[in-house]
């Protein structure tokens, strides 16, 4: 896994496929309408949905095997959990007509990215992944006020910055996501794993 902001995706020289999918992401617009969006055919492509995230522990993992996820938010916070394949046990197994395994939830808790004001995450097929993971109220060991002290730092994110405005997203806001889909075989010095 690759997380990072948007600003510093050049820093991973992984070709042109990488660099056609964050071309996409740098000239989207925040009111973009769900659906797909052919980037490079079946190649690249993005799609685009709004939801409420959840409580962690209420979704399974996911992985690929075709396509690398890049992972973006447009508007609002999530967590995205991850965990390296090899350690999640099978719940569903693979289905190559829409290139993912699920994976039951693990134990001991995995890896949390915070998604939101500008970070992205790139999953190759060996990262394990549960994304539109609430950022309160579902994770043991997060402070109640947490995401009002980072909303202030950050105020163009999209998200409240006062106390009330942390009480709504922890009750269920919105966020809309770009998932940008690289067939993996394009990616520079990776297999098609």
Not at 46 to 70: F, Q
Not at 111 to 134: E, N, S
Request: negative net charge; charged residues 25%.
């Amino acid at each position: 896994m690759i997380a990072d902001t948007l600003e510093h995706w050049r820093r991973y020289p992984l070709g042109a496929a990488w660099e056609k999918a964050f071309a996409f992401l740098e000239g989207v617009s925040p009111d973009i309408p769900a659906g797909r969006y052919a980037i490079a055919g079946d190649d690249i492509f993005a799609e685009v949905a709004e939801y409420v995230p959840v409580p962690g522990g209420t979704k399974p993992y996911e992985a690929h095997r075709v396509y690398m996820d890049l992972q973006y938010l447009l508007a609002g916070r999530e967590w995205l959990l991850n965990a390296p394949l090899d350690t999640l046990r099978l719940r569903q197994p693979y289905n190559a007509e829409r290139d993912f395994a699920l994976y039951e939830v693990p134990a001991q808790e995995s890896a949390r990215v915070p998604l939101g004001g500008g970070m992205f995450a790139a999953l190759y097929p060996h990262d394990g992944h549960c994304p539109g993971i609430a950022r309160h109220g579902g994770l043991v060991g997060e402070p109640a006020d947490e995401l009002a002290d980072e909303s202030a730092d950050e105020p163009d994110a999209g998200v409240a910055t006062d106390v009330a405005g942390a009480a709504a997203v922890r009750a269920g806001q919105p966020v809309k996501k770009v998932v940008v889909k690289i067939r993996v075989a394009l990616l520079a010095g990776m297999g098609n794993g």
